[in-house]
């Protein structure tokens, strides 16, 4: 789908709320789309009931609107996550791709056009598991793996508005909160039992009926009142980010993304990364390590997502010259070779 058969085109004001505003905040409750029905139908005036808009999700969702309904997770806090990249030599292209993308734990990885070519992400369920991987994959690519763990979150949210014309994310807001957050490199060893059996059950998403709860705390054999409680914790200490309906951002016209890399000043960095990362057109905005011994000297990246190409490079020309007069470059994202969810299944036992 395209915006050349503008998706659109027949939503009405229930629909667009519904894509809009819940991306998160979903209710935490027994039967949450009675609860989302009754504020959209006093926000829209209209007359919809819970039926009615769980109809409208599987109809978004069969569409390729939405991506799925449930929860997103969050790797780096639940276990041990690493960004990194491969030069892939041109002729043995397919074939790096291939191995690496054959590892479970890898689960995106993009062509960029830049020297390091194959980016990808690797969470495993320790410390130790991933660094295995990662030498796996030099050992049998023959490449020299450049790993970049995230060490500061200073915003990463891919919920934003797409009901609209935006050229850019979020051209129709004007701020977005943000707060400098140190991630750990370690796997969080502390998830009880229920917490850890609610992450395998819901990392596809919940089930698309009336009681999602209730139907998860079924398929693990534990009280809805339990699920309940374990899924308010798991949000309030970050292993779930939001709840809601996850928005495929390609469906909805935003094609064109840049991950830009910055050499930033280290006594300035939390200052410029909070700054940066609160302006509403930056995506993802985090600190990771220089590998100088690698010819690396960039420890800043922002990622901005866009409907047309030369918005993303407006923007990107606006950071250089306001906020980030540094050396940087810019690694555009060419084709994507592996995009799927953390499996959890790797990240809860016992890092095996």
């Avoid at 004001?13 to 991306?23: C, K, M, N, P, T």
């Avoid at 996550?81 to 292209?93: H, I, K, M």
């Avoid at 909160?177 to 596809?204: H, K, Y």
């Avoid at 606006?318 to 969810?341: I, M, N, V």
């Amino acid at each position: 789908m395209s915006l050349d058969a503008d998706w659109r085109a027949d939503l009405d004001a229930v629909d667009a709320a519904l894509i809009d505003e819940y991306q998160s905040g979903f209710p935490v409750e027994s039967r949450p789309f009675e609860r989302a029905a009754r504020d959209i139908a006093a926000e829209t005036g209209s007359d919809v009931d819970a039926d009615d808009l769980l109809d409208r999700v599987r109809d978004l969702r069969e569409r390729g609107v939405f991506r799925r309904f449930g929860a997103v997770l969050n790797p780096p806090v639940i276990g041990s996550s690493t960004l990194a990249a491969v030069r892939a030599p041109d002729d043995r292209f397919d074939e790096v791709a291939e191995i690496i993308n054959g590892y479970r734990q890898v689960n995106h990885n993009y062509r960029r056009d830049h020297e390091w070519n194959q980016w990808f992400v690797v969470t495993a369920g320790s410390r130790e598991k991933r660094d295995e991987i990662l030498a796996g994959i030099e050992e049998r690519t023959g490449c020299e793996v450049l790993a970049l763990p995230m060490l500061t979150d200073y915003y990463i949210d891919l919920e934003f508005p797409v009901v609209n014309r935006d050229r850019f994310a979020r051209e129709s807001l004007d701020e977005t909160a943000v707060s400098a957050t140190r991630i750990s490199e370690n796997a969080r060893g502390d998830l009880s039992p229920i917490e850890a059996d609610l992450l395998l059950a819901i990392q596809d998403g919940f089930p698309l009926s009336a009681t999602p709860y209730a139907d998860v705390a079924a398929e693990i054999g534990a009280p809805v009142d339990d699920v309940l409680a374990a899924v308010e914790r798991l949000l309030a200490d970050g292993c779930i980010k939001r709840i809601g309906c996850v928005v495929n951002h390609v469906v909805t016209g935003f094609t064109n993304n840049c991950m830009v890399v910055w050499d930033v000043p280290d006594d300035e960095l939390d200052e410029r990364g909070e700054a940066v990362g609160s302006l509403p057109y930056v995506t993802l905005c985090y600190h990771r390590p220089r590998r100088p011994e690698q010819e690396w000297e960039y420890n800043l990246f922002t990622m901005i997502h866009g409907r047309e190409a030369e918005a993303v490079d407006a923007k990107i020309d606006e950071l250089a010259s306001d906020y980030l007069p540094f050396d940087h470059e810019r690694l555009y994202s060419t084709e994507t070779l592996k995009q799927t969810g953390a499996r959890y299944e790797d990240l809860v036992a016992d890092g095996e």
